[in-house]
């Protein structure tokens, strides 16, 4: 019984950093940044707002258009924290704004996707989000459970000693 359970100890051990592994690829894949369609208005003109991670206006913050890792335009934004960029082809672009960066597919205002938005968004700096910080990831909730088990087999393994066991009851 001694062997069995330091088999599973031993198994368990080795299963949780494979596990881990995946659960950090998983997460990592799901934390790219998704493309935003935006329509553009006459001229291409592409207006949008930059704001804190608290939603507070960045006032003169430098926005810059990337296109094929070239910047293709730059502006400042007003005290509201508004800018417009003209002049845009359709295409996709990456905008900067402060810390803040984000990937937009231009379009023409006539053959803009029913789903586009007139105007982009960029958020500059750290926001706070709340999660259910332990459970978030199934194969988090699988580590963590392999881990404990590893360790708690390996405990009782250690603690078998072979010796006889009297059971004592009242």
């Known amino acids: ?3 069995l359970l330091t088999g ?3 198994l368990s051990l080795v299963l949780a ?3 881990s592994t995946q659960a950090e690829v998983a997460r990592t894949t799901k934390t790219k ?3 935003s369609d935006i329509a553009l208005s006459n001229g291409g003109a592409l207006n949008g707002k930059a704001v804190t991670g ?3 206006a960045l006032e003169g ?3 810059s258009v990337r296109r094929n890792n ?3 335009a730059t502006t400042v934004t007003d005290a509201e924290g508004k800018f417009t960029v003209a002049g845009l082809d359709t295409g996709i672009y990456e905008l900067q704004a402060g810390q803040g960066k984000g990937v937009v597919r231009a ?3 006539s053959v803009a996707p029913p789903t586009s938005k007139s105007n982009v968004l960029i958020v500059s700096g750290a926001t706070t989000r709340g999660q259910s910080g332990l459970f978030v990831d199934p194969l988090d909730t699988i580590t963590l459970g392999l881990a404990i088990t590893g360790v708690a087999l390996g405990a009782a393994a250690l603690s078998d000693d072979g010796g006889d066991t009297y059971i004592v009851s009242p």
């Open 54 to 56: 608290q939603g507070q």
């Open 1 to 3: 019984m001694k062997n």
């Open 107 to 109: 379009w023409e205002g």
């Open 61 to 63: 913050a430098k926005v």
């Open 33 to 35: 940044s998704a493309v």
């Open 8 to 10: 599973f100890a031993c």
């Open 17 to 19: 950093p494979i596990f």
């Open 70 to 72: 070239e910047v293709v």
